[in-house]
């Protein structure tokens, strides 16, 4: 009997010393919102911007690529990738037939995707020149 409460108070003992994870949790949620807490307190902000961006350059660059993706080099990739796609797709191979037929349609319409998606304002600007 007494050896048997002995054994079950060292289990309760072994239980205080190991954390539940619930208290774990709780533990390293309170350690979360003290770090949140304290970064809005002292206006902590990881970036400040230093210099102005200009990004005239980049939009050339695109500007030429897309050039080349339009004339002829993008009629080269269209017909590149659509022979494959048709050669792909006799060999039973679907999955690469319709990765170039992905690659052959957006080879044609990636000016006025980009267009759609994003900011050209800087590409219309280096066009119209």
Not at 2 to 31: D, G, M, R
Not at 61 to 73: A, P
Not at 85 to 95: C, D, E, M, P, V
Request: overall charge neutral.
């Amino acid at each position: 009997m007494t050896t048997s409460l002995i054994i079950a108070a060292q289990e309760k003992f072994n239980a205080l010393k190991k954390p539940s994870s619930a208290h774990v949790q709780a533990a390293l949620f309170a350690l979360g919102f003290v770090l949140l807490a304290t970064g809005a307190a002292f206006d902590a902000t990881a970036y400040e911007q230093q210099a102005v961006y200009n990004d005239d350059r980049i939009a050339e660059s695109v500007d030429v690529i897309l050039t080349h993706i339009n004339g002829s080099f993008g009629a080269l990739v269209m017909v590149a990738c659509g022979l494959g796609a048709i050669l792909s797709s006799a060999f039973g191979q679907y999955r690469a037939a319709l990765g170039l037929l992905v690659v052959a349609v957006g080879s044609f319409i990636l000016r006025s995707l980009v267009g759609t998606w994003f900011n050209d304002s800087s590409l219309q600007a280096n066009t119209i020149r």
